[in-house]
Each structure stands twice: as structure tokens, then as C-alpha cells.
């Protein structure tokens, strides 16, 4: 069965640190990528993806993942953190061959951000 | 109204009790998704219905009974539920289910069962 992994549970960070959250998959077909966040209080939304073309996308607020598709790899990465930042970050897969669009989550990353 | 919206927000229940999660989206959408977030695990898909058919049924127990009356709404209807079926369920519309279209998410129903 297809799995995400991230590796970090919990991150804490001073502000303007720089961030990279790992996200590896497990399955060898073709895939979207996605990465999601949820601030405190708020709805799970998304902060990024990847369907094809150029593996490393931009987001909103300064984020960016590249995509390596030798590692199975999706890391995410921000060069310097604001306290805003603070959030629980979800890492998605969808197969691109399932004939539904269903992601895969992984267990989510907690980031606290220092002021 | 706008985007996903889930009513309630918070629930607590006996093992014995018959309640129901609404979810509602304004968007236009004609797929709609239930998940569970528990503690400590991943979120995990319960059920998808695209064009108010369900197309998957992520081998949840008869406990959970979806119903899907039109594409706007989305409703989970609860059961003689268990103490580990306490978890946030999430919400979720995209345009379709086909090919790859942006899930947007609800805020949740946080659910305790006793």
C-alpha cells in the first residue's frame, strides 16, 4: 500500500531560522505531490503542489518543495521563519493512475515557531 | 457562507447515542470527502461520493453511515460508536474526482465518545 513518511513530528524554530520538513512516498508510479497546513484554529489548507514540469514549486508565504523523484522524496523548505509560521504541516501524495482523486497523507509535522 | 463549513463544531457522545456530522460547501463542487484525524496517526479517507454516488468506502465499519443527498451536502450519520472513534473529522469538496482537483477542507467536528 502507498505510504508518506515525515520525519519530523516536531520542530521548534527561532524566527528567521531556515526550515526544510522531509516527506518521502513509497509508491513507484507516477504521482501529484502536495503539502497542506493548518494554522492554529484554522482549516487544513494548501500550501503547495506538484503535477509535472519544473520539481521545484513555489508556494504561498515564501515556501517552496522540490521534488526528487529518484529519493521518492518531496522535502519542504522555507529560507527564514516567522512566528506566523507556527502550524502543523501535512505532507499528501494522490496516484496519479487511481481512477479517484484520494490523497495519502503523512502524520503531520508540528512547527513551532520562537519569537 | 462561503467554502466548507461542518456543523458541529464540537460533539460528545454516549457509546448508545445516534447523532450526525453536516457538512455543507459553497463552492460549486461535485465531489465530497470524509476524514478522520485521530491522535497521533495519520488523516485517513473514509468516503468519497462524486456527483452524490460513493465511489469509495475506505473499509470503514457500518458504525459510520454516509449519506450524500446532493452535491452541496454531505452528512455522516453515527452509530453505537466506540471510544477510539473520538478523532476530528474533516470535510472535504473538489470540483471532481477525476484527474487531480484541489481538495478544500471544512474546520472540523471534533468528536469525544464516552
Known amino acids: 500500500a502507498q505510504s508518506v513518511s515525515q520525519h519530523n513530528h516536531h520542530v521548534i524554530l527561532s524566527e528567521a531560522a531556515s526550515l526544510e520538513l522531509g516527506c518521502n512516498y513509497s509508491?513507484?508510479?507516477?504521482?501529484?505531490l502536495f503539502w497542506y497546513v493548518q494554522y492554529p484554529g484554522q482549516h487544513l489548507q494548501l500550501l503547495l503542489k506538484y503535477f509535472s514540469g519544473d520539481p521545484l514549486v513555489k508556494g504561498i508565504k515564501g515556501f517552496e518543495a522540490e521534488f526528487i523523484k529518484s529519493k521518492f522524496s518531496f522535502n519542504l523548505r522555507k529560507p527564514s521563519v516567522q512566528w506566523s509560521d507556527t502550524a502543523e504541516y501535512f505532507c499528501?501524495?494522490?496516484?496519479?493512475?487511481?481512477?479517484?482523486?484520494?490523497?495519502?497523507f503523512g502524520g503531520g509535522t508540528r512547527l513551532m515557531v520562537k519569537p | 457562507e462561503t467554502g466548507v463549513t461542518q456543523t458541529p463544531r464540537h460533539l460528545v457522545m454516549g457509546m448508545t447515542n445516534k447523532k450526525s456530522l453536516k457538512c455543507e460547501q459553497h463552492l460549486g463542487h461535485n465531489a465530497m470527502y470524509w476524514y478522520k484525524q485521530s491522535a497521533k496517526k495519520p488523516l485517513e479517507l473514509m468516503f468519497v461520493?462524486?456527483?452524490?454516488?460513493?465511489?469509495e468506502n475506505n473499509s470503514v465499519p457500518s458504525r459510520f453511515s454516509p449519506e450524500c443527498p446532493n452535491s452541496s451536502h454531505l452528512f455522516l450519520h453515527l452509530h453505537t460508536l466506540q471510544p477510539e472513534d473520538s478523532a476530528l473529522y474533516l470535510c472535504?469538496?473538489?470540483?471532481?474526482?477525476?484527474?487531480?482537483?484541489?481538495?478544500?477542507f471544512g474546520p472540523g467536528t471534533r468528536l469525544t465518545v464516552l
Open positions: 499528501a501524495v494522490n496516484k496519479v493512475n487511481n481512477a479517484g482523486n484520494m490523497l495519502t
Open positions: 472535504a469538496s473538489s470540483l471532481k474526482t477525476s484527474g487531480y482537483n484541489e481538495q478544500f
Open positions: 461520493y462524486n456527483f452524490k454516488e460513493q465511489t
Open positions: 509508491y513507484g508510479g507516477t504521482v501529484n
